[in-house]
């Protein structure tokens, strides 16, 4: 825990932890889409009289996790039987508690959407009365694409906790795009019809320079609106500085003259942004720290990412007289951002597959405030169940691969290790802990598995009593290049079916702020390791005090008063984020056929690997296609090609 004096701790709020039952209270009255207003809402579904919940969690309904605040996402309590695993706590023959006895025609590893559309396709491809059991180490099913509630004054805020959009940088698939069709799902047009962008008209990007690395702390709000010469005359920056950054941002210059187009592309695909900043453009190290919290996809940042990805994906400054060989980057119209994010793909998804637990028949309008029976998730009769709170430890044939007609699957869950068994398996949950839960598998295949380093993210949503500080200063999103989150902005103005999102700067909104934790100057994987653990060591509350003290050096001088204006928190830690793709970086040049994901999906036996790592690429449609993948794989184990 940082350090933090008695006036600090009182003038940020840290000594008034956020009132548990604040949240709970009220709900009955004025709630604005009122079929929001079910079990999991109503105050009497609240389970904390008697159970003080663990200090991560400091508010919401323990039957119903999204509702739960405090810290989420990769929470303790769900991992560590995964890193068990890991460090060989399971051997090939280890003990089994319970034999449930239960056989199923597939048991997948992971209810994020990989898992969930693999389930999909099984029943398509096997038949509808296929026995399916999905099994999950968190208590919410979605993986990535959870969804965040927050409740005050009667009203309900929805938020994602992780996978925001539907957007990729190429096209979605014919696989893709049908499942989001079969699940009532409408992009086209989406963000005219439910995106009210208008709500934050004259409000504009700002960005905040501190004190520790430019001259003072300061917010300026205008990045790309206002004349860059006068966006960096305000800026707390010394003269040398800021024209740099002027030059930068409005020159037009060839800064490799020597070299033909081809050569251009090829020089900048081999070094970073930054040394292309430092050795070309040559701006100073303070102009260049300017771009310390950009992070392109993938936690590629201004020491990590290629600058070939940073003109052409990006379209980052000091690339305008240049003239570069290559493909414009693709530029898709295919994008929705549904109140809580790719949620609402998943609980779709879990509609269609467990009708029990999400009743009735939905779309992307309905599903926003349909009732969710979490308890009726994992009952005996169901043809699907989705098992939560349990982690997978250990799949093996039971005999000879090329023979065995089964799989067994070993979990943990409350702490005794169980057996169910399946035709086949399906892994969509992280290539890196493959390899330690199959040990059967080709030594080749398992390095392959090893190969890539997931992103560490921090998606931290925080319920304010109000935005009227963001309208003082005159900003509805915030870049903070040294910040502890690098972005922060106000959530999307989304309403849809019964769920509105409030219309006026006076009422309660949620803020969202983005971190990558990560250590400049290292290999772009080793710092995303050690990203992951110092997420893994930090608490809820140094976290939270991180949160408090950046919204009041940020907004403060809008008026922003923590102990007043927040409202609820919620960390969303994700140790293991995005998946990896590669770059001209730090990736050998692989063949085709020799991608390490590549070698590492291959099918073995009657297990088959789903998930968006097994296609190195962090995003929806590649869990949908890789679903997909996987399901195929299992057509052939099973003699159908
Ligand atoms: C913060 C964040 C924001 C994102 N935003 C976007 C976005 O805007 N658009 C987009 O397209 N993509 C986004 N993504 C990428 C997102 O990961 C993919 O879109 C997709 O949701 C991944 O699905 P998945 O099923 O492959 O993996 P996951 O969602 O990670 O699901 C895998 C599940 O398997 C579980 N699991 C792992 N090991 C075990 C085990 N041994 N036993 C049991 N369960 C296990 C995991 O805990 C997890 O719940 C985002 C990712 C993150 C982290």
Redesign the pocket.
Known sequence: MPFMSDTERKRLGMDRPIPRRNFVSGVATGLVGMSILSRAFSESSTNFSGVEPAEDITGGDRDYPPSLTGLRG?YPG??EN?HR?RDGGFGSNTHVDIDTEEEYDLVV???????LAASYFFRRDFGDDSKILI????DDF????KRNEFRHKGRVYLVNG???????PYPYSFTAKSLLKELGITVDGYKAKHENRALYAGLTHGVFFDKEHFLADKLVAGAGSKPWPQFFAEAPLPSSVQYDLIRLFTEERDYMPSLDPLQKADALKKMSYQTYLRDYVKISDTAISYFAGDGYRNNKRVDTCPAYEAWQGRGLPGFAGMRIEGIATYQSDFEAHFPD??ATIARLLVNRLVPAAVPGSHDMSSIVTADVEYSKLDVGDARVRIRLN????LVRHDGEVSRARRVDVI?VKDGKTCRVRGKNAIL???NN?IRF?VPDLPEEQKSALAYASK?P?Q?TNVLVRNWRPWKKLGVSTISAPHGYHTYLELDYPVSLGDYRFNQSPDEPIVVRMERNPNAPGLPRKEQQRLGRLDMLNTTFKASELEVRRQLERVLGPGGFDPPNDILALTI?R?P????YTYDTLGDPPFAEYERPHIIGHRAFGRIAI????SGAA??????ID?AERAVHDCLYSNGYV
């Open positions: 990769q769900s991992f995964a695993a590893v992971g209810g994020g959407i990989s898992g099994i999950d180490n968190h979605g993986g990535h694409a992780g996978t925001q959009s539907i957007e990729c994010g790719n349990s982690t997978v430890v979990y969509a949950c992280f802990i839960i992103v993210m998606y969303n994700w293991h984020g995005y998946a789903a998930n968006a790592d962090a995003f929806t449609n590649e869990a890789q």
